[in-house]
């Protein structure tokens, strides 16, 4: 036992020194976070039927805008995948490169100090509020499914569960991927990695052409992760194919870039409708690269290497993983905080400024109070340091 603290000890020493001469870090992908939570947020606060917008006043023009916007909304969770791909991929080249290899222990530990104390504090808040709020209940099979960071494939099997502990399927996606990763990283060149990820997208690809002749539901398909294959290869490839450089592009490109993004997401939700029952093989085949594509135009658009976003969108980027965490609660919250009167469009809109703020408040509060220290016990086993300040 002595030995293993001691060794421990040495590998965090180690980690700590050779962090402090390597540093990877953009603003701007703090603010594309904060966007790809916004992106889920709005899509379960907005309803995505147009009829619903039309009940309450909204005029025709607005109406498909507000629908648009609540069915694409549901592809954030894609971009939190390219991001979080290419970026674990780019540190974990770099540190190989600097290193000569890998600590793949140590980039356990980070992830573990990074996912799980927020992760199992919410699972056990979650549990609690079925003793007090109606109509929430997980069962022992989707609490030990989640528990085993395997929510996603215990949604695909079984369904989602009545708890607001569901958006968590994409978490046990990240760390499925995050537990493999590395251990590929280590052993292959990079071209290796390029040609794994291409493999990772004829998976995709044959997994989606299987589940369409078998015609099943969207949500069977939707949390699948063969299925959610294409922006974790998306993010890959980025990070190798730039090299540890990032896009010398003009502001019209980018824009433009962020723009034909913006329009592959309305793509897959409007034309595709890869969200909406039942589902073909045509439309899940084509539409799920395009959501792919459309995460790496926006991450392609913002990376740069003298962007200046404001600090209150890096703060709430920062806190993003708290906000994806915590915002079906605030949802829930504020159903009961906005009285629940006749429809009307003052009153959504009310309940879903309480709702933001509220996951905003929850957020905030964890990321001082429980994340952060595991954070900073996180950089001692980091070898490129990836958050401002140290």
């Known amino acids: 036992m002595a030995s293993l603290t001691t060794t421990t000890a040495e590998l965090s020493a180690g980690a700590t020194a050779r962090a402090a001469t390597s540093r990877f870090y ?25 009829e619903f917008w039309t009940k309450l006043g909204v005029p025709s023009a607005i109406v498909a805008v507000l629908a648009g916007i609540g069915a694409s909304g549901a592809f954030g969770v894609s971009l939190f995948f390219v991001l979080s791909a290419y970026l674990i991929t780019e540190l974990l080249l770099r540190e190989k490169e600097m290193v000569g290899t890998l600590d793949v222990k140590s980039f356990y530990v980070r992830r573990i100090l990074r996912i799980w104390p927020l992760y199992f504090f919410f699972l056990g808040l979650a549990a609690a509020l079925q003793w007090f709020v109606p109509g929430q209940h997980i069962g022992w099979r989707a609490g030990l499914a989640f528990t085993a960071l ?19 399927w994409s978490v046990s996606i990240e760390e499925q991927f995050y537990l493999t990763w590395p ?18 997208l ?12 078998r015609h099943t539901y969207e949500g069977q398909v939707w949390c699948n992760t063969l299925v959610q294959l294409d922006p974790i290869a998306a993010g890959i490839l980025i990070a190798v194919l730039l090299k540890g450089s990032v896009p010398q592009l003009s502001k019209l490109a980018r824009v433009a870039m962020a723009v034909a993004g913006a329009t592959c997401f309305a793509t897959a939700a409007l034309y595709f409708g890869i969200k909406n029952d039942p589902l073909t093989t045509a439309r899940i085949v084509l ?8 995460g790496t135009l ?28 915590f915002h079906v609660l605030g949802l829930l919250i504020s159903d009961y905080v906005v009285p629940n009167q006749t429809a009307s469009l003052t009153r959504y809109a009310l309940r879903v400024l309480v709702a933001f703020a509220l996951t905003v408040t929850m957020a905030a509060t964890s990321y001082r109070w429980l994340e952060t220290p595991f954070l900073r016990l996180k950089q001692k086993f980091t070898y490129v340091l990836s958050r401002p300040g140290g």
């Open 26 to 50: 953009h603003p701007e992908l703090d603010a594309l976070r904060f966007f790809a939570f916004l992106m889920v947020f709005l899509h379960h606060a907005f309803p995505h039927q147009p």
């Open 202 to 213: 004829v998976v995709a690809t044959v997994a989606r052409f299987y589940l369409g002749a």
């Open 298 to 325: 926006l991450l392609l658009a913002v990376l740069r290497d003298d962007a200046k976003p404001s600090a209150a969108l890096v703060y709430l980027g920062r806190i993003s993983y708290g906000l994806y965490v």
């Open 287 to 294: 539409g799920y690269p395009t959501v792919a594509i459309a």
């Open 150 to 168: 395997a929510g996603n494939w215990y949604i695909v099997f079984v369904g989602f569960p009545s708890s607001v502990i569901f958006p968590l």
């Open 183 to 200: 251990l590929v990283v280590r052993r292959i060149s990079q071209w290796g990695i390029a040609a794994i990820a291409v493999g990772l």
